[in-house]
Structures are given as structure tokens and as C-alpha cells.
DNA sequence: TATTGTTATACTCTATAACTATA
DNA sequence: TATAGTTATAGAGTATAACAATA
């Protein structure tokens, strides 16, 4: 008990200096530069949502992968469709929805972006065993899964 | 070679995901709504802040642990000032400087906010070991000193 | 009637620029 | 002249509300 809590009262600001680096470190916008690249951070979020998820997806599931709301992304693919990075189909199961696919233009991007973070992240990392490496993956997994998990029952405690 | 860039694609989106959640779940929100009490987010942070340092601290220290701009934490002081959860005293060094300090009310609500995080994130991992535990806090913290200064370096390359 | 998406609007958080006072 | 802080303004990012079209 007293072990855990110990821990924790280490863990938390390190998380919270995790979320400052990744919000306000420019890290995007600092991978964008390098690529040439004039678009904004939200934007490029939804092209790698949809490059990660390697097929088109309707806007609502975009919306639910970035956690964010259905019309906050219908503003987001008109600046990108216009530049053509991303394009709309039709969803051959309902005439409701929109199926958006990457372009190729699009793709590219997407594959480059993800390259140069992977690449600073490695850097990062470049003295890290390999055992320190998968463990931190996997600790970090399960990490996001149970605090995740632990949240949204914050939400529902009808059996109480 | 091949094993770390298979990890880090991995990680990449644990990364992002916890990202999200700490983000857009409304964690601290739900924190504060348990406390009865109605304060925004970054006067909130400015509270902690202080709770954590232990001791009276500059504005523009305060902007800097924050990983802010000194005018943002200038409007915030307003607020909290107003609700008497901070004040600001004279810093006998520096005519110019104030030094803010937590009130009583302040600190007690710091204390309960964090009580509060604390608690779930122990209930998060509590079928945890604590072996586990231990090597996550000491891996998330190399993790997030390494690419801290892996990005600070990307300011600077005068010497290449 | 429930769901998918769009349009229009408003709010939260943070930054930049111009300024004041002390060092 | 450099530094600590303030005031005023602007911008990015996201949400809510009202609506249209299809299921």
C-alpha cells in the first residue's frame, strides 16, 4: 500500500511532463518543418488516424479514434480534401455516411510524418536495451488500457 | 535495428492514446466535480504547481514549470487570487519580482485534488505488482527525460 | 424515430506585442 | 540595457446547438 502510493506520487508528474513535451514541445510542428510541410496539427491527425487504420473509414469512427467531436473533423477534411490529401467515397452500406480515404498525396505525407518521429523517438532511445525497450512498451500498454478502463467506469456507476 | 523500430511503431500510439485520455477525459474535470468545487483546468495546474514545489515561487518560475508564457499565468493568478487560493507577497530579492504563495484554502484544495488523482491512478494498477509498478515509474521517467532531450537538441544544431 | 453528417456559433486555452517598473 | 511582470489582443483547437438527409 504504502509501496503503490509511493510510486504513483513519482509516476504523476512525469506523466504530466510527457503530456507538456508532446503539447507544447512543437514536436509536430517541428516534424512538419522538416518536411516542407504547411499544415496544421489537428489536420495532420486525421491522416494518420486514417494511415494507421489502412482503410478508409467512416467520419464518425475518425471521430472516435482522435476522441474528438463529429463535427470538429467535418471541418478538418474541407481544408484537407481541398488540398487533396484526403477524399471522399461513397459507403456502398449506408447512403448516410461518407467513407474518407487518404490520396496518395496524402499517404505520402502520412508515411514521411511518421517516419521522422519515429525517427527522433528512436534516437531517443538509442542507448536502451532491447529488454528496456519492450518492457516499456508493454508496461506503458497496459498502462493506457487500465487507466483508460478505470475512467469510464467513472462514468456508469449505476450498481452502486 | 529492426527490433526498435517494431517497438516504437508500437508505442507510438500508446502514446498518443494516453495523450487523448489525459487530455479530452475529462479526468481533472471529474476530479474537481467530486470536490464540489468549480475551477478550469490551468488554475488548477497553477495549484499544483505550487503544492509540489513546496514553497513560494515567481511567476515566471511558476510559467516555466508549466511549460507556459508569463502573460498566461499573469490572467490565471487574477482568477485565483480572486477565490483566495493563492496570494502574492513581496520578494525581499527583487523589487520587481512577486512571489505567489498557496493560501490555506488553496493548499487544502491542492491536497485533495491530488488525493483524489492519486486514487484512481492507484486503483488503475492495483492488481499490479509492485515490481511492475516500480519499473514502469522508472522507465516513463527515462523515457521522458531521453526525449526531452532528444527535442531540445533539434533547437540547437549549430555545431553540425 | 434513430442515425450520419453538416453548418453556424461559442468557448477554452495559450501566444504575441506593447508597455511599466525595477535592476 | 536587461529583466519581471502586466495589459490588451489575437489565434488555435474543440465543443454545443440546430439542421438535413437517409435508415
Known amino acids: 500500500m504504502d509501496h503503490s502510493e509511493f510510486d504513483l506520487t513519482l509516476v504523476l508528474p512525469h506523466i504530466a511532463r510527457l503530456n507538456a513535451v508532446l503539447n507544447r514541445s512543437r514536436l509536430v510542428e517541428r516534424a512538419l518543418d522538416e518536411l516542407g510541410v504547411t499544415l496544421d496539427r489537428p489536420g495532420l491527425s486525421v491522416l494518420v488516424t486514417l494511415h ?3 482503410e478508409p473509414l467512416r467520419i464518425g469512427e475518425i471521430a472516435n479514434r482522435m476522441q474528438v467531436v463529429g463535427p470538429h473533423v467535418t471541418r478538418l477534411l474541407h481544408d484537407l480534401d481541398r488540398r487533396g490529401l484526403v477524399r471522399k467515397i ?3 452500406a449506408d447512403q448516410r455516411a461518407r467513407l474518407v480515404e487518404l490520396s496518395p498525396d496524402g499517404t505520402e505525407l502520412a508515411a514521411r510524418y511518421l517516419r521522422t518521429i519515429l525517427g527522433w523517438l528512436n534516437e531517443a532511445v538509442a542507448d536502451w536495451t532491447t529488454d528496456d525497450r519492450r518492457a516499456f512498451a508493454s508496461l506503458l500498454e497496459r498502462f493506457v488500457k487500465d487507466l483508460a478502463s478505470r475512467l469510464s467506469t467513472l462514468d456508469d456507476p ?3
Open 52 to 54: 494507421m487504420a489502412g
Open 90 to 92: 461513397a459507403d456502398p
Open 158 to 160: 449505476p450498481g452502486a
